[in-house]
């Protein structure tokens, strides 16, 4: 891991890093998953933290031995249907919503002037930023559209990286997903790991919640690191 002072960037995940959106996106999918005849398990949404949306879809019908049952084209619509399903939930969205300590953490690194950008795979996150009243700080946003892989492949966050003109070693990406934390390491930049330790395990730096998200805490955790 590098040290503190070569970091001037941070990429960030959007859902359950930045916001609550992650429980929206469960409860979309568990309403499509119970359509479909698939068992909902706490397990199976934890796959689906961070991943795109036919991906997403695609692991739920496996679970349910379904992958096969479906044409390409149904496979779109069913997706289509679950993103129509986010976005009716998300009409309640505001600034409350950040998750704590998040917004204050924003600010503090734009007014120190460390670059930002936004990693999700959310094709709605503009929508989710405007309604946070965060989108002002992400100018830069890797529009998911463009990428040829969905995380766990490193992709998103060497792009990340690119959009800011920065080197992955320049970087924190901060994720609340397996699928995520490998993405940064594979991206080669510093992953902060926000959540469950064991689930985690692999990230650099790793706090239980976003409370604990400063720049004081990212600083001494990098003379400590966790792997």
């Known amino acids: 891991m590098v040290d503190f002072e070569q970091i001037k960037g941070f990429v960030f995940d959007l859902d359950g890093v930045i ?18 005849g698939v068992e909902w398990t706490d397990d199976l949404a934890n796959q689906l933290k961070g991943v795109s949306r036919m991906d997403s879809l695609n692991l739920i019908l496996k679970s349910g031995g379904k992958e096969n049952d479906y044409t390409e084209d149904e496979k779109k619509k069913f997706a289509a249907e679950k993103n129509d399903n986010y976005l009716k939930l998300l009409e309640t969205l505001d600034s409350s919503e950040i998750l704590p300590g998040m917004g204050e953490f924003i600010k503090d ?20 930023l405007e309604k946070l009243n965060l989108a002002k700080y992400f100018n830069e946003r890797v529009d998911p559209a463009t990428l040829k892989h969905g995380k766990p492949d490193p992709e998103i966050y060497r792009r990340g990286a690119e959009i800011l003109n920065l080197k992955p070693e320049e970087c924190i990406g901060l994720e609340d997903a397996i699928a995520g934390v490998k993405s940064i390491n594979g991206a ?40």
Do not use: C
């Open 19 to 36: 916001a609550n959106t992650s429980a929206y996106h469960a409860k979309a999918w568990h309403q499509l998953a119970d359509e479909l």
């Open 188 to 227: 080669g930049e510093t992953s902060l790991g926000i959540g469950d330790s064991k689930l985690l395990h692999e990230a650099d730096i790793i706090f239980k919640d976003t409370s604990q998200v400063t720049l004081e805490n990212i600083k001494n955790a990098m003379l400590i690191p966790s792997r």
């Open 109 to 128: 690194i734009s007014e120190r002037h460390y670059l930002i950008s936004l990693a999700s795979s959310s094709k709605n996150s503009p929508r989710v």
